[in-house]
Each structure stands twice: as structure tokens, then as C-alpha cells.
């Protein structure tokens, strides 16, 4: 609970922050972005992620030689091409071990070399496994193995965009990246679908992104999206409760349509999803990748979510069952069945609750019972331990919170402007963008 309340503190702070951040952006087309995030005196311990120095070394004062492994190429032969003599480099093997083990650095990774001036031995082997981190291997007198933490500083950023050819295209035009289209299409993909997109649409984001010493390094979460199509606009809002971290829209109901908690009414669950069952009639031990409920013959069995059935068959396993696609993520399988509903059959589309088939022990079943399958990009999970958004709209009296937050990002996607559609068509970057250095 206060977990949640500090995080939406931080997310309040983030939204404040951004309100700044869209003036300034308003303000200017381009902005460098050294100019957005203010400098500060710095401490001794903040100065190793200043961007005066590199890694942490004055380059007033050493030499920093920056290099990539080649594919086998070994610590020792580099080291020794720097006077570094053999027995040093196995002490320095020796205690890397707990910290950074020299067994991990990677061929395509870089590296640095430190030293006084450009003719003494190597004072330090620097070693970079990710943009987050890097290694500092000190080789001076007593060996000593430290890793450094990056500070990473998020900035809230927004973007429009209007459709030509493509949705991908276009977003790829602007340098956005395809985890953010994914994000978009996830926020919004009960409302609109995005196989049938049409050029002409238009669509604003507000995001976050990642930077280490000014360049970016990924993104954060979609705070919010805006699609307009020749039917209607949509919004999505991100907002966090304490049932559900996702995606509202502008009344508080969340975009996506949960899933039935199960799929017959009145059942009991006989058994639970289980990665080491003991099964009843294999008798041996075999995962349970499902949940059963029992429940007489012939009741009706519902689909649990809007989608379109992929199968109807049988197999010796399943029995006769049924299998349906949601969206791009989730599908539903359904086994055992006695028989399918009239018209059940693969490319017809199904509603939540539609009654799809009826309870019966076909194929593997010591009883009448529904195993029920779920699937998430397509492995099975426990659909009782997903966070999916809830069926009902948000309680009243979160309202007034989640009324705020949605005002302050629809605020910031109106300031965003769409070029005019012959500039769009030349090929140019979005409306606002942060300048990055690359
Ligand atoms: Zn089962």
C-alpha cells in the first residue's frame, strides 16, 4: 500500500516535472538536451558520473584509449601488451572473481585502457558490459576490482505522428522505437484495431525515456496515447492503483476488457495449475499447465474474453476442445469437452461470456470438468496470478486522483502539434522533439 502511494508520489513528481519540460518544449523546436536537465555543483562521489570525465578519470590527467574486444582476443594477451606482467594478471583474475569475473567479458563489448600518459604501463582496464554499468579493473599496486553503476535520468517526452503507408513506418520515421509502437498498440488495442489502420490516422504519446550522460538508452513507460481514426478519438491514460497498474480511459474504465475469472459458472476448481502434479491417470509426475473446474455434465462452458476461435478439434489428450485468440498476447483453450456449441468452428469470432461448448470427460478425464488453458505469448501461464485489468470500472472515490493525472497528460497532448500533412509527407521529424546527440 505505501509501496503504491510512493510511486505514485514519484509519478506525480514525474507529470509536475513534465509540465516544465512541455513548456520548454513548446518553447522550442529543438532543444539540446544539456540545456533541459540543469547542472548542478557536483560532489566528489557524483563527479565519476559527470560528463566531464570518462569513466570516472579526468581526461586532463590520464589517457583513456577506448576500445571493442575482438572475438578471441584474451585479458591477458591486451594486458600484457601494456606492460602488465603475467602474475599480476592472474592476481587480478584471482580477485575479480567475486565482483566482475574476467570470464564474462564479451567479444563486441568495450573496453578502455587508463594510464598517466600514453607511454607508461596500464593503470586501470576498464570494461563496459552494458550502458548501464562498467568495470574498473585498478592494476597498480595492490589489484582491486570495482563496478559502477551509471546514474540513469528519465525524461518525459511526447511525439505525434500521422500515418502514411504504415503505422510502423511512419512511427519508425520519427526514430521512435518499436517498443513504444508495441506499447501504444497494447494501450489501445481493445478500441482500435491496428491490422485495419488507415492512413490519415493520427496518433500523440506522452513517454518516458531513458538517458545515461545525455543518450538514450530505452524507454520507459507510455503515460499516454491518443489515436484518432475516421470513427472516433481514443485515449488511454496510465494510471496506477492498487489493483491495477494499466491503461484508462477518460471516464476511469480500464481500455482493456478483463477476462472471465472462469470459464463455467458455478464450478469448483478440482485442480490447479501446477508445474509438479502427480497425473491421475498417467500416474507419473507431468506439469499441470492449467486449472480444472468441475462441473456436471453438459453445463455450458463460456468463452472468458472477446476473440476469434483458432480451433475446435480433437485429440487423444484433450479430448474435444476448443481454442480462442484474444489479441496479439492472450489465447484460451478449453478441454474435455462433451460437445461444441452450434457454429463453434475455427475463424468465427466469440464474445466474453458466448457459450462456446459443454462440459463433458472426452480424451484424458476421470470425471466431467473444463481444463482450462491460458496462454501468454504463447506459453501457459496461471491466469489466477495475472495482474489483468478488472471487468469494473475504478471505485468512485479514486476518481478524483485518477481525474487529475488524466488532465495533466491530455494537457500535454493537446500542446503537441501535427505538421502539416505536405511537410509530413517530406519526410521530417514530429513537432517536438528533444535534439539527442547520438
Ligand atoms: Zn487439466
Not at 472426452?362 to 482450462?372: K, M, Q, S
Not at 481525474?403 to 502539434?417: G, P, S, Y
Request: aromatic share 12%; net charge neutral.
Amino acid at each position: 500500500m505505501s509501496n503504491i502511494n510512493k510511486k505514485r508520489k514519484t509519478f506525480y513528481n514525474l507529470v509536475g516535472a513534465l509540465i516544465i519540460l512541455g513548456t520548454l518544449i513548446t518553447a522550442y523546436n529543438f532543444i539540446d538536451l544539456d540545456q533541459v536537465i540543469e547542472s548542478e555543483p557536483v560532489t566528489p562521489e557524483e563527479m565519476i558520473t559527470s560528463e566531464s570525465l570518462k569513466y570516472g578519470f579526468d581526461e586532463q590527467l590520464y589517457t583513456v584509449e577506448d576500445h571493442v574486444l575482438f572475438p578471441n582476443q584474451f585479458l591477458a594477451d591486451i594486458l600484457m601488451g601494456y606492460d602488465i606482467p603475467l602474475p599480476k594478471i592472474f592476481e587480478l583474475e584471482n580477485k575479480a572473481k567475486d565482483v566482475f569475473s574476467v570470464r564474462n567479458i564479451r567479444a563486441g563489448k568495450k573496453y578502455a585502457i587508463v594510464r598517466s600518459d600514453s607511454c607508461s604501463a596500464a593503470e586501470y582496464f576498464v570494461y563496459e558490459p552494458d550502458p548501464f554499468r562498467y568495470v574498473v579493473y585498478d592494476l597498480r599496486d595492490s589489484v582491486d576490482v570495482q563496478i559502477v553503476e551509471r546514474e540513469v535520468t528519465t525524461s518525459v517526452e511526447t511525439t505525434a505522428g500521422i500515418v502514411q503507408s504504415s503505422l510502423w513506418l511512419s512511427m519508425k520515421e520519427q526514430g521512435l522505437s518499436p517498443m513504444l509502437i508495441e506499447k501504444m498498440e497494447d494501450a489501445l488495442a481493445w478500441s482500435i484495431d491496428f491490422y485495419h489502420i488507415q492512413d490519415g490516422d493520427r496518433y500523440k504519446l506522452m513517454f518516458e525515456r531513458k538517458y545515461i550522460e545525455g543518450d538514450p538508452v530505452g524507454i520507459g513507460r507510455l503515460l499516454g496515447a491518443y489515436y484518432k481514426n475516421s470513427d472516433n478519438e481514443y485515449y488511454a491514460v496510465y494510471f496506477e492503483n492498487d489493483e491495477y497498474s494499466g491503461f484508462y480511459d477518460l471516464e476511469g474504465r480500464p481500455t482493456k476488457k478483463g477476462f472471465l475469472k472462469s470459464p463455467v459458472k458455478a464450478s469448483r476448481i478440482s485442480s490447479s495449475f501446477n508445474m509438479n502434479r502427480l497425473h491421475p491417470i498417467l500416474k507419473r509426475r507431468k506439469p499441470h499447465l492449467g486449472t480444472d473446474y468441475a462441473a456436471p455434465y453438459g453445463t455450458p462452458i463460456l468463452a472468458v474474453g472477446n476473440g476469434v476461435v483458432t480451433k475446435a478439434g480433437y485429440t487423444k489428450g484433450n479430448g474435444k476442445y476448443v481454442k480462442i485468440k484474444h489479441d496479439k498476447t492472450y489465447s484460451t483453450q478449453y478441454l474435455h469437452m462433451q460437445r461444441f456449441a452450434a457454429g463453434i468452428k475455427p475463424g468465427v469470432h466469440v464474445k466474453q461470456g458466448q457459450v462456446i461448448g459443454h462440459v463433458g470427460s472426452t480424451g484424458l478425464a476421470t470425471g466431467p470438468h473444463v481444463c482450462f488453458r491460458f496462454w501468454k505469448n504463447g506459453r501457459q501461464v496461471n491466469h489466477l496470478k495475472e495482474n489483468f485489468p478488472p471487468p469494473e470500472p475504478m471505485p468512485k472515490e479514486q476518481l478524483p486522483e485518477f481525474f487529475e493525472t488524466r488532465d495533466h497528460i491530455i494537457e500535454q497532448l493537446d500542446h503537441v502539434h501535427f505538421k502539416d500533412e505536405s511537410q509530413i509527407s517530406e519526410n521530417q521529424p514530429e513537432t517536438t522533439v528533444i535534439k539527442l546527440r547520438s
